[in-house]
């Protein structure tokens, strides 16, 4: 399924996010410490609240699907306008908004100094068709976590959410004991991308680099299923592996129309953002 942009229904989207609050808190807490075989997974076990922001209520309940499929995210609710999310954050307290940027009643970016001047510390993720490069500047410079091109598939979306996750949970696990702590800190997505950045959870390095060194030797490009073939993974695997390195730059993805179904989705090699940078400390 691939989620998409759409207009707005102001009447169907009124008051949705309450009724969305209501069947979030179906979803008790459930914090599971981390193993001794995975010291530094993130304490995410504890649900991760998500406030979805989209003015077509077709799109949001695809979001929310999305969300609802990647442990340990809880969507708590969903707002249509603005107003509806400047709302729902103060009553619903999320962790994480999803923000479109083209609402109806205000400009999406026009959202965040407004929950900041409310004394609302929570993250946000720009989920949005917005292409335009004052957009991504903007959202930069309103400290956003990530930014998402609509339309965009399951498995975009759930790379970014686990990247997060892994991401929220160092950095609430912090202390700081020297200066070293603090830039780690200041330095963030970018820092950890650039030196050594974590998987995420359920991928290993192992197979990461089988994946990657496959996709660095083909002549031209990969599909999932090749990959797979020649890596002798699950097709599921390798499209996950495949799009988690689409995600960070080492590999652009193209569609080969004319067959049955869908596009097909194929993968060429970019260069080693990943390589080396693959996280290999406390490998057995």
Request: with cysteine; charged share 25%.
């Amino acid at each position: 399924m691939t989620a998409t942009s759409g207009t707005s229904d102001a009447t169907a989207q009124a008051g949705t996010f309450a009724a969305a609050g209501t069947a979030g808190a179906a979803h008790p807490a459930a914090p599971n410490a981390p193993t001794a075989a995975d010291p530094e997974a993130p304490r995410a076990a504890a649900p991760i609240g998500v406030l979805v922001v989209d003015d077509d209520f077709m799109v949001a309940r695809v979001h929310r699907a999305f969300v609802e499929r990647v442990e340990p995210f809880r969507v708590l609710g969903v707002a249509g306008t603005g107003e509806q999310a400047l709302t729902a954050v103060g009553e619903l307290r999320p962790d994480l908004v999803l923000l479109d940027l083209y609402l109806p009643d205000v400009f999406g970016l026009d959202v965040i100094p407004r929950l900041r001047a409310a004394g609302h510390d929570c993250d946000v993720m720009v989920i949005s068709a917005a292409r335009e490069a004052d957009a991504v500047r903007g959202a930069v410079r309103q400290g956003v976590v990530d930014y998402l091109l609509k339309p965009f598939e399951f498995e975009d979306l759930r790379v970014r959410l686990e990247r997060y996750a892994v991401q929220r949970g160092r950095l609430l696990g912090t202390v700081v004991r020297s200066q070293a702590d603090v830039d780690r800190v200041l330095a963030g997505a970018a820092a950890q991308t650039a030196t050594a950045p974590a998987l995420p959870k359920g991928m290993s390095v192992e197979t990461a680099e089988l994946v990657e060194r496959t996709l660095r030797e083909a002549d031209g490009t990969l599909s999932a299923s090749e990959c797979a073939a020649l890596t002798g993974i699950s097709r599921v695997s390798a499209r996950r592996y495949l799009e988690y390195f689409h995600t960070v730059g080492s590999a652009e993805v193209s569609l080969r129309y004319g067959v049955a179904g869908r596009p097909e989705r194929r993968y060429r090699f970019r260069g080693a953002v990943t390589g080396l940078a693959l996280p290999r400390a406390g490998r057995p």
